[in-house]
């Protein structure tokens, strides 16, 4: 793909898809940033370590993301301090909070849904096939 | 004050009275004082000549004459260029303790807007290739080469120790340093930036011009910087009724051929995000074709640069050859073994270029492509290649450069655009609104320390 339809298409998806897709995404300029200001004591993370951080998963962030997102990540270590304050003496170590087993059922071949009751409810259909919108461009 | 200013920012305080040129000056020299034994961008802070220069300006703004937006400003000069009174060394152990007797006519008129010249900021050999010991302050192992040769400017201006620097390019010294470095250049248009005073490398290609952290700082510069006097302005037909303006987004052009093509993946990435910031503000951007002929730009351009700086070096090279770094020496062995007519055809197809490049700029308000094929080299070997920016220095028309996004490795990454000859203003204009769609403001992480 050429630079300027790679653009392009930065500049579509920049408005709905989340911002953890792959290569730099413009900051906020397309995506103006919602959160506010949080007050609180000592953050748990520094700007210089979300700054390495972002660089480290290849997150491009703007000047005002990155203040954000320290926010953000040290109200979520905060929160794990919670944790530390339960006793846990005598308990071992474990995988889930609850017991829990998988279900299977027996592997057995059975009737499925037939073709026509398929596709009884499409809106539209060509022959055996249900008919979408055209994804990209003209169909 | 730990903020690092821009010229803008700062000429507004200045001028408001809420900051003093003495308070400005100091946190540049806090600065260089704290930062400098790493980065190395100087050759000579003359601290005694930028106090009383700033004490000066504090006078004469308190007493109300204000002389405009480089009142009180520090200013790093490259050090090809003379500032008198202090040495021109040129980056060279022949030029050690060669001192200036006169400013040259540049620092001449940015003393005069009011500036404070703080000193002399590190240059490549003689301005060509061998790098200097300047580091880039991006890279916080400073394993990262800063470009050249206006190595010092660029790393000086991203560092804050001077809101702004005056360096040259013969191939790519301005673009390619600030590019690198994070920081805005504008190599004006041949002539435009008087070079007198300036050590040469090539009468055909030099250019001199300003480097700082935003492009409202380079019009500033360029304002106050004079024509060469050869120079001749365009007449007013020349040039076309301005159609870009605040409520009219530019129509640009992408030169995809050798440039936006030939970049590694990191530049590629970083121009394609700010390119999806220049359409989301609303710019027209179509891809262009360079005219016939351009691929061989370069390698003239290396022919010429050869033979001229031959040409000035030719009696002392011969007597000095061994005080000589290793890749100017080569550059003068080119230049000295190049056949007469060979060199010549290589002038005729510069000024048969010259004459026909402005068609090529069409209805559009610029041409936009990578300022560089990749981020700053990880060494310190090489000054990175000359091939993005010297096209043109060679064609002589305008260029501005500015970083666009931070690349994933880290290290900044730019976009030069060009404009016909003449059309600086305009360029600038364009380039400051691209600046505001980018919205990078980030600072080297050395910084942060």
């Known amino acids: 793909m050429g630079l300027l339809a790679a653009a392009y298409e930065v500049m579509n998806n920049a408005g709905q898809s989340d911002r953890t897709g792959s290569g730099p995404i413009p900051g906020d300029v397309l995506r103006p940033n919602d959160s506010g200001p949080v007050m609180g004591g000592e953050m748990k993370i520094t700007r210089d370590e979300v700054e390495k951080v972002s660089l480290l998963a290849r997150l491009l962030l703007s000047e005002r993301e990155l203040e954000a997102m320290t926010q953000q990540l040290g109200r979520i270590l905060e929160y794990m301090d919670l944790l530390g304050e339960v006793n846990t003496e005598g308990v071992e170590p474990m ?45 | 004050m730990n903020e690092v ?50 004490r000066q300006a504090e006078e004469e703004i308190a007493r109300g004459r204000y002389r405009g937006p480089l009142h009180g400003i520090p200013l790093g000069i490259k050090d090809i260029i003379d500032v008198a009174g202090l040495p021109t060394e040129a980056g060279s152990p022949l030029r050690r303790g060669h001192v200036a007797e006169r400013d040259a006519p540049l620092v001449a008129a940015l003393r005069r807007a009011g ?37 010092g400017s660029a790393a000086a201006v991203a ?17 390619r340093p600030a590019s690198y470095c994070g920081v805005a250049a504008c190599k004006p248009t041949y002539g435009r930036v008087d070079t007198e005073g300036v050590i040469p490398v090539s009468w055909h290609l030099d250019h001199a011009g300003p ?3 935003r492009v409202g700082d380079l019009a500033a510069l360029l304002e106050v910087l004079p024509p060469g006097k050869d120079f ?3 007449l007013p037909a020349q040039i076309p009724e301005k159609r870009f303006g605040p409520s009219h987004p530019p129509r640009l052009a992408l030169v995809e051929e050798l440039f936006a093509e030939g970049t590694d993946e990191a530049v590629r990435d970083a121009t394609q995000a700010g390119l999806a910031r220049l359409l989301a503000g609303g710019a027209t951007v179509e891809p262009v074709r360079l005219p016939e002929g351009f691929d061989r730009i370069n390698e003239l351009h290396s022919q010429i640069m050869a033979v001229d700086a031959a ?17 100017i020496t080569q550059l003068l062995d080119q230049g000295l073994g190049t056949r007469a007519v060979d060199y010549a055809a290589a002038l005729a197809h510069q000024r048969r270029f010259r004459c026909r490049i402005d068609q090529w700029f069409g209805p559009f308000d610029a041409m936009l492509m990578p300022a560089t094929d990749t981020t700053a080299p990880a060494t310190l070997d090489t000054t990175g290649p000359k091939h993005f920016q010297a096209p043109w220095s060679y064609l002589g028309v305008p260029v501005v450069s500015l970083p666009c996004a931070i690349a994933y490795d880290g290290m900044p990454a730019a976009v ?19 600046e505001t769609q980018f919205a990078f403001d980030r600072r080297p992480p050395l910084l942060l320390e």
């Open chain 1, 95 to 139: 995988a889930h909070a609850i017991e829990v087993s998988n279900v299977f059922r027996q592997d057995r071949v059975e009737p499925g849904l037939a073709r026509e009751e398929a596709l009884a409810n499409a809106p539209h259909r060509d022959e055996e096939c249900y008919l979408v919108p055209a994804v990209l461009g003209e169909p």
């Open chain 2, 5 to 54: 200013l821009s010229i803008t920012e700062a000429a507004e305080k200045l001028e408001a009275g809420e900051l003093s040129p003495t308070e400005l000056l100091d946190s540049c020299l806090e600065r260089i004082r704290q930062y400098d034994e790493r980065v190395r961008a100087w050759v000579v802070v003359d601290e005694e000549a930028a106090q009383k220069a700033a």
């Open chain 2, 115 to 151: 500036a404070v010249i703080l000193g002399k900021t590190v240059t490549v050999e003689f301005a060509c290739f061998d790098p200097s010991p300047t580091r880039n302050p991006w890279d916080p192992s400073l394993g990262h080469s800063p470009g050249g040769s206006s190595s």
């Open chain 2, 159 to 175: 560092m804050g120790m001077c809101l702004g620097a005056i360096g040259t390019q013969t191939g790519g010294s301005l673009v």
């Open chain 2, 211 to 213: 480097m700082a952290r």
């Open chain 2, 232 to 234: 001749s302005p365009p």
């Open chain 2, 311 to 327: 040409e000035y070096h030719r009696d002392q090279f011969a007597a000095h050859r061994d005080q000589y770094g290793p890749l």
């Open chain 2, 416 to 434: 030069q655009l060009v404009q016909r000859y003449h059309h600086d203003k305009l360029l600038l204009d364009v380039a400051r609104w691209c």
